[in-house]
């Protein structure tokens, strides 16, 4: 393995919420991904999307960011990356079979134009898979929440049901959602985690996922301060 595939790793999955995320959304999209094209909206170095190659999808990883892009060109399983806008995609109409996007949307400035887009890429059948801040219990702590946004340029956040009706207005339907950092405590961490750690911060307390994911099993499904969404374009829907 290269030294560039050990940094992303470690990157990407040694991290107190990333892996979890993006692997349940993939373990969602299903193991065997052979003849499926799949689009990783806003996806960096395109390390999830390149999971998704190792599965035997046809990936494609879009993003701004030229930097990362040329970072993830250097690693194993890359997917095809392009240097383009989520707001306007550069792919016809129908040609993907599912979208991925791991907390992306909370960052655009029009977040209904971002679904536009992956509703219109997406095939009639195909699937959006996709994570957002929510952020719910936020205003408790005002310094930690505005850090939180500062930091990462989080424009919106986002529920299940305002992402259902966004989602249903573009022709696509809702089939599961689930919250992630689900009690109290849990979305303490991963603001303070946020505001005074950052990526290092986040990176330092992977070994708390277990103890995060025990607890949001033992807790209602309704409000965390991540939210996944598996949603399924109509087979009647017009892009």
């Not at 029009?110 to 952020?135: H, K, N, Q, T």
Request: net charge positive; glycine share 8%.
């Amino acid at each position: 393995m290269k030294l560039s595939d050990v940094v992303a790793f470690m990157g990407h999955q040694v991290h107190v919420c990333r892996y979890r995320e993006a692997g349940t959304l993939l373990d969602w999209m299903g193991r065997d991904l052979r003849g499926r094209r799949v689009l990783d909206v806003a996806g960096g170095d395109g390390y999830w999307a390149g999971r998704a190659r190792k599965r035997g999808a046809e990936a494609v990883s879009i993003d701004l960011d030229r930097r990362k892009m040329e970072y993830g060109r250097t690693l194993a399983h890359a997917p095809a990356l392009i240097e383009c806008d989520a707001l306007r995609l550069p792919f016809g109409d129908a040609v993907f079979d599912a979208v991925l996007s791991v907390c992306a949307i909370e960052h655009f400035d029009d977040g209904g134009r971002s679904l536009d887009e992956m509703a219109r890429v997406l095939r009639p059948g195909g699937e959006i898979f996709m994570s957002a801040d929510v952020l719910s219990r936020a205003d408790a702590w005002p310094k930690l929440r505005d850090a939180h946004k500062a930091k990462y340029h989080v424009q919106h956040t986002y529920t299940h049901e305002s992402l259902r009706k966004l989602m249903d207005e573009r022709g696509l339907d809702l089939v599961k959602h689930s919250y992630q950092f689900r009690t109290a405590a849990a979305e303490r961490l991963y603001l303070s985690l946020s505001a005074y750690g950052g990526k290092v911060g986040f990176n330092a307390a992977a070994p708390l996922t277990p103890l995060v994911a025990l607890a949001d099993r033992r807790a209602p499904n309704e409000r965390g301060s991540i939210v996944l969404i598996h949603a399924r374009k109509r087979a009647e829907a017009q892009a």
